[in-house]
């Protein structure tokens, strides 16, 4: 019988052999399956043996592996509340809770990549096209029309407008989205915006990571909905596996039944919070003063008094997330729609890939809420698309075969946009 000591749940020993069991077959297929979709297998199939302690299997393989992308899906997909989240990952505090639902792993993007048929049921947009930065129907540069959004805007204000327009039309009940913490503006959180003033308060980048997902649970909560989710290409993808997990429980029902649009913000790495502080530290100024950071091929820095400095973004990149290595996807590639800050300054380039997106784009677009632009207008848009799409790709393994953030450290080498183009991970000369 299992129990609990020093407060920590103490597995029996057909737990752990069950455990075992399945992380043996794990590593198996890893090695030998024709196709690494074929690697849910390995935790699907102990629901039909009467399932298994999931959580220890996520725990082990991922997050105290330091494989962990702190995307939060196990931590807002568990029926009965295991996990909490701390320091950018989930802590099994009630692990004695588990049910054996194994919907912790199913929604896990570092375990697996996405099942064969989630295009299918995403309903990318024809005519579909794929230039290296997943499929999508059209582009733009996009920007909001009305002046009071643009003013609090990162670059054009397009998520924004299209977000209040559903509220404001009652398209939208609510969204997931990124703020700041009390004091400090350049520390995000999560947070749930069901009114112009809260999405407004959440306008702009931050370049420190949010667990934005953490939200879903006040939404799920209070029944909020439709809901858009906002959020860097891990977000969109652990919320795409929570609304299509074959795992077909209350919670992955709920997301799939009552989330309604995705928005994904195109992340080639987040920064870590120590990363603020660095940076204040190379400008010669007080972390708390810093207003504004935007990278565009540098890093800029705006002040809460105006004055703009700006700092080398390789200078920069030493204090990326580590985490940041076991994300191939730059463009939010599962998203209903893509946006980010490059090419047209002031401008949001924007990637219309699902019908969902297309319907709420256009309907905002034909309100009067948003203006377009070709994206030939600036074609360094496109050439950015490329090149930071290929780079999160180029040369890597899923990010089950990555090495574990230990072997890394042991490595001296954590920077996770050249491990594998100018690091370790880099083909040899002689290969």
Known sequence: MSTVSNGKYVKTAAEQNRLDRVITRYRKLIEEADSPHEWAFAWRTEINRGGFRTVDFLMQTIVDAGKCIGCASCVTICPVDVFDYEDEQPIDTRTGACVQCVLCADVCPVLRPADNDLPDQLGFRQPKKDEGYGSYSYGHYVRATEPGILSRAQDGGMVSALLIHGMETGTLGGAVLGDVVPGNRQIGQPRLATDRDSVLACAGSRYTYSPNLIALQQAVRENVSPLAVVGVPCQVDGTRLQQHSSIRLELANWYRKNISLVIGLYC????????????????????????????????????????????????YREFARPACLYCLDYGAENADIAAGGIGLDGWTYTLIRTERGHRAFQAALADGWLETRPLDDEPRGEMLMNKLSAQKKINRPLPAQMPTLAERQALNYLDPKTFYTKGPGAPSEES
Do not use: C, W, Y
């Open 268 to 315: 080639s790495e987040a920064f870590t919070h120590e990363s603020i502080n660095q940076l204040a530290t190379m400008i010669d100024v007080d972390p708390l003063s810093i207003e504004n950071i935007n990278i565009k091929g540098k890093v800029i820095v705006r002040l809460d008094s105006s004055e703009t400095h700006s700092v080398s973004l390789a200078k």
